[in-house]
């Protein structure tokens, strides 16, 4: 499956129509796969959650609590490689109403980036900590194997990558979140509502 700028709309809607009556694993021209809406709501808990605790951590440290994080962060890390795998390899949904070009771009965009830095910030995390000689717990008293033997200037490094990809990262976020409400309340079109599973019409 390609999502190849020559193909043209006619074949998008023949290839959603030909899937409509099996179970449908992919995103078509035509709307998201239930696969994708589910995985993308748990992931936007999970995000939304490791937020709140990394908030609350700053606030007052809690050894329990910073397991849960890890925890999270490494079931975050599989759903993400292939959220994201899907995204690139899938058709993305035609959008709805007649919306500006360049805003469609740049939304699938943030989109696209906001699944790889699912993908690459959990990695990073880990490599940080690994590199610092901290030991990445999980509740239970498991722990995540370490990769490589402590080493200050890498451990720098990893913290300033880590740093770096988390600062554009709650900025797309932040736009994301606010294109659906502008979607939603201005526009008032069906986008959220499609994601929330509503079959629409195109
Ligand atoms: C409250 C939070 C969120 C809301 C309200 C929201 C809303 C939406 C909506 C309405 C769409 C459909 C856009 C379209 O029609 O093309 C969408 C797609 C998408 N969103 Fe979100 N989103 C949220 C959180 C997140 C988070 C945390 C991520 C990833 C870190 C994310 C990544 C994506 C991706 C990659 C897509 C494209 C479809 C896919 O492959 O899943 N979203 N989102």
Not at 19 to 34: A, E, I, K, V, Y
Not at 117 to 134: I, T
């Amino acid at each position: 499956m390609s999502n190849s700028p020559m193909s043209s709309t006619h074949d998008v809607l023949a290839h959603g129509t030909h899937t409509q009556d099996r179970f449908q694993w992919r995103d078509t021209g035509l709307g998201f796969s239930p696969v994708t809406i589910s995985l993308h709501w748990i992931v936007a808990a999970l995000v939304l959650a490791i937020i709140g605790i990394e908030i609350a951590l700053v606030a007052s440290p809690n050894v329990e609590l910073a397991r849960v994080l890890n925890l999270l962060g490494a079931i975050l890390f599989p759903i993400s490689a292939y959220r994201f795998w899907a995204r690139v390899t899938s058709w993305h949904p035609l959008p709805l109403g007649t919306p500006n070009p360049v805003e469609v771009i740049v939304s699938r965009s943030v989109a696209t980036a906001l699944a790889l830095a699912m993908v690459l910030l959990p990695v990073a995390a880990w490599l940080a900590k690994s590199a610092a000689g901290q030991l990445v717990e999980l509740p239970g008293g498991w722990i995540i194997p370490s990769p490589m033997h402590p080493n200050a200037q890498a451990a720098q490094v990893f913290d300033v990558l880590f740093k770096i990809g988390v600062t554009p990262f709650v900025l797309g976020l932040a736009l994301h979140i606010f294109g659906a409400c502008k979607n939603h309340f201005v526009l008032k079109n069906d986008a959220l509502k499609r994601m929330l599973g509503k079959r629409v019409e195109l």
